[in-house]
């Protein structure tokens, strides 16, 4: 167990820097040691069975989860944290801690879609009904509860489309009916948004993206509430999850920068976004940090930060072959699925199947765009290429 924790007392980049770190009990080593483990020995048979040992089983927890999971629940102001193998890993786990046979979920339309995937595919299975719901409803969510409904999934701002979602209304009304809430935090990090003081119970990142930041390990985190705690902590005990030692290692290594590579991927992107809107050959672009989106007024409220991601439409006519001639130019953006490391990616947007209960307009071609650490003047060369690739 870490004994000199940063307390609430400091500030995030302070806690960044020290969280998880307890060099008195690790002979001095800044770092906490990488604990490889299955078997942990007990000195005596009354140890063994007074369960009073800390570390029991490599399954249960060592050093080195421990460091992690303690730098994430001083940052998310959570009663504990629980790490899983992926970013949907976490998702499926919060979910499944909270919902039983019988159940309603609502869950945000605009969702990740291997998210949407699991929740149809899995829950239904386990006697959970599963319904999606416009994520501009805010308080309005009230008209959608039922006798049955226990949890609500939030994920703001949306996958792809990026609508911001009125956190706070949605756990006021939540709480009226006594379900959880979760929220998957991804976009902001546990550094731009704070979901527990939103009112969220379970708030879930893939770590995958900006806490590991390089892009070389899966991994998921759950920080949750008081109230939903004890059931994360003991179905994730029950379904026997475990993260590598090292990925848990390179994800607290990862988090030691997140502050300075989030800042410079938050102004770059600004930057670029703000460039893009003055080009003819897009139409808009989503990302709540810009003025003229629709959820700026609420990512100002809720949010201190903003990270690399964001998408835009292409000018009204755009054939589906100008997009793949737009991509398939760039030089520096690389095509590729997930985000949060230190380059540049870019995706075409495909909503056709996306959603259920809203309905986006499928004559608009889109793409989305992670702006990495590279300077921003060589990354709008990169699009200019594309323009022209697209459009001549
Ligand atoms: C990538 C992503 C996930 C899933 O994370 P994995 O580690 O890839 O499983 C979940 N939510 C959002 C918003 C994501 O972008």
Redesign the pocket.
């Known amino acids: 167990m870490t004994t000199n924790k940063p307390t609430a007392a400091y500030y995030l980049d302070t806690v960044l820097a020290h969280a998880g770190s307890d060099p008195k009990n690790f002979h001095g080593f800044v770092n906490p040691p990488v604990v490889h483990a299955s078997t942990v020995l007990f000195p005596d048979v009354e140890t063994m069975t007074g369960g009073g040992q800390r570390y029991t089983y490599g399954r249960r927890g060592t050093p080195t989860s421990d460091a992690l999971e303690d730098a994430l629940r001083q940052m998310e102001g959570a009663k504990g944290v629980k790490l899983a193998n992926?970013?949907?890993n976490a998702?499926a786990l919060a979910c499944l801690s909270c919902l039983g046979q019988g159940d309603h979920i609502l869950i945000a339309d605009t969702a990740?879609g291997?998210t949407r995937h699991f929740a149809d595919t899995v829950l239904p299975k386990y006697g959970i009904e599963v319904e999606y719901y416009d994520p501009a409803l805010g308080a309005g969510i009230r008209s959608l509860f039922k006798t049955n409904t226990k949890a609500v999934f939030t994920?703001a701002p949306g996958?792809l489309t990026f609508e911001m979602q009125d956190i706070r209304a949605i756990a006021d009304a939540a709480k009226t009916i006594g379900a959880t809430v979760l929220m998957?935090n991804?976009?902001a990090s546990p550094l731009f948004c704070k979901p527990l003081e939103l009112g969220v119970d379970l708030s879930i990142q893939?770590g995958?993206?900006y806490i590991v930041g390089h892009s070389d390990t899966?991994l998921?985190t759950i920080a949750a509430s008081e109230k939903a705690w004890p059931a994360l902590d003991a179905l994730h005990g029950a379904m026997g999850v475990h993260v590598a030692p090292d990925d848990i290692y390179l994800a607290l290594r990862g988090l030691r920068t997140l502050s300075v590579r989030l800042e410079r991927h938050m102004r770059s992107a600004l930057d670029i976004a703000g460039w893009l809107e003055t080009r003819d050959e897009v139409s808009r672009v989503h990302y709540p940090a810009l003025e003229s989106d629709p959820g700026h007024a609420l990512w100002k409220r809720d949010f201190t930060g903003a990270c690399g991601l964001f998408a835009f439409d292409f000018k009204p006519g755009t054939t589906q072959e100008q997009s793949s001639a737009f991509f398939n130019a760039l030089k520096l953006f690389g095509l590729g699925y997930?985000w949060g490391g230190f380059e540049s990616l870019a995706i075409p947007v495909h909503l056709k199947g996306a959603r259920t209960a809203t309905a986006p307009d499928s004559s608009v071609v889109s793409g989305r765009l992670h702006i990495g650490l590279e300077d921003p003047r060589d990354l709008k060369a990169d699009l200019e290429a594309g323009f022209k690739a697209a459009f001549g």
Do not use: F, H, R
């Open positions: 992926s970013g949907l998702i990740y291997p994920e996958s998957d991804t976009w893939a995958t993206k899966m998921g997930s």
